[in-house]
């Protein structure tokens, strides 16, 4: 059972160059996210989508593209990095978008660093 | 407005010994209260929750204690084990997809 995948596993940018996290999970959950893990922190929620062909924000947004084309698949698109997006990014679903109904299983994340 | 805290960045513990993490939550909208564990270079693993409506849930050596009136919930992990040595950290929700976490806490466990 492979879970939530997340590739790369680390990342170096520089200012201003475009790329994409991936992640892909097998649970056959409708529910996919997007967290970003700072010190001090938490964890806080990018982008977010209940179901294929529906994506919506979350709390930190900006800078930062989803789409969600298949059940499976959920990348995050950074168009333009900056150095603010440094951090280790984590891709999270469930087979329910109520927290209180079932919980999130996470991938082992993508670290990245703009420099 | 960090409205899930989390004050203990790290706590320190004797195995064998209880554990104790510690979580304050300002919203009261919140209802439903989650904990995760973390190991280094992994994702977040769910480990237990508790529902508003109840003051306490056990599972196996974890135990998770809410006091409503304070807004304050706490884990308690007996007896505590080397494995236990991770980020613990606490999240709330109040219904729907949004899930608030507090900055973690490390535990560490000694031998």
């Known amino acids: 059972n492979a879970g939530v995948t997340q590739t790369p596993k680390f990342q170096v940018l520089k200012t201003g160059q475009s790329m994409t996290l991936q992640c892909a999970q097998d649970?056959?959950?409708?529910?996919m996210s997007w967290y970003r893990q700072d010190p001090g922190m938490g964890l806080r929620l990018i982008h977010y989508?209940?179901?294929?062909?529906?994506?919506d924000q979350g709390e930190v947004p900006n800078g930062y593209n989803v789409s969600r084309s298949t059940t499976e698949d959920f990348p995050l698109r950074l168009l333009l990095a900056a150095p603010s997006q440094t951090s280790v990014y984590f891709c999270?679903?469930?087979?329910?978008?109520?927290?209180?109904?079932?919980?999130?299983?996470f991938g082992n994340g993508t670290r990245l660093t703009v420099t | 407005d960090q409205q899930v805290k989390q004050n203990s960045p790290s706590l320190s513990v004797q195995e064998g010994r209880i554990s104790i993490l510690n979580c304050d939550y300002t919203?009261?909208?919140?209802?439903?209260f989650l904990w995760y564990k973390k190991y280094p270079a992994e994702g977040p693993t769910f480990l237990i929750s508790?529902?508003?409506?109840?003051d306490k849930n056990e599972d196996g050596r974890f135990t998770v204690f809410l006091n409503k009136s304070a807004k304050h919930l706490s884990l308690h992990i007996v007896p505590s084990q080397p494995g236990d040595s991770a980020v613990y950290f606490c999240?709330?929700?109040?219904?729907?997809?949004?899930?608030?976490f507090g900055t973690g806490t490390q535990l560490k466990v000694e031998l």
């Open positions: 919203n009261s909208m919140f209802d439903y």
């Open positions: 999270a679903s469930s087979y329910s978008p109520d927290r209180g109904l079932s919980p999130l299983h």
């Open positions: 999240a709330a929700t109040g219904g729907g997809n949004k899930l608030t």
């Open positions: 649970m056959n959950h409708e529910y």
């Open positions: 989508s209940v179901g294929a062909g529906i994506t």
């Open positions: 508790i529902s508003s409506i109840k």
